[in-house]
């Protein structure tokens, strides 16, 4: 999904329906457990060609302040300046760069991810799209699954205490994955 569209492209776009779309992440907590949270706001654009790749292209922001991680204490913890510094940085933002095929049902999307000001190059295993579906009240829909691993300090999240007995708090492998509905807006 090239941030670059072809002019032959017959791209159609969607937008990320908000109410039936969120990115969840994994991360090991005191190197026994993982701690699953979610960002439960996310929104963008996706304009889809399935014969002329190069004419597709994701656009994708996740609001801060929706994270939730089931304990309230935990998730202002990970909004101050010690995580996401949600005040500085309230939006997490992903651009495509290339789309390949994986598959028959998949893609490989390659794109810059931006954390806390931060940018780095990500790579997303998609799953998806479904096929076209409209909807009771006449909006054209599908949906998409996608999953990366990535390296929380490279994003600038480096708050870590280390343990009495050794070790860290915070892995600092992530595993983010999105589900994601679509509404064609065409």
Known sequence: MSSTPSVASQATPYTIEPAHSSAHFKVRHLMIANVRGEFSKVSGTVRFDPDNLAGSGITAEIDVASLNTREPDRDNHLRSADFFDAANHPTM???STKVEPDGPEGYTVSGD???R???RPVV???TGP???VKDPWGYTRRGAEAVARISRKEFGLHYNPLLEGGGV???DQVEISLEVELVKTA
């Open 117 to 119: 000001g931060t940018t």
């Open 169 to 171: 708090m915070v892995g």
């Open 93 to 95: 933002k992903f651009v």
């Open 124 to 126: 997303l295993n998609v």
């Open 113 to 115: 991810l931006t954390i």
């Open 130 to 132: 479904t096929p076209e």
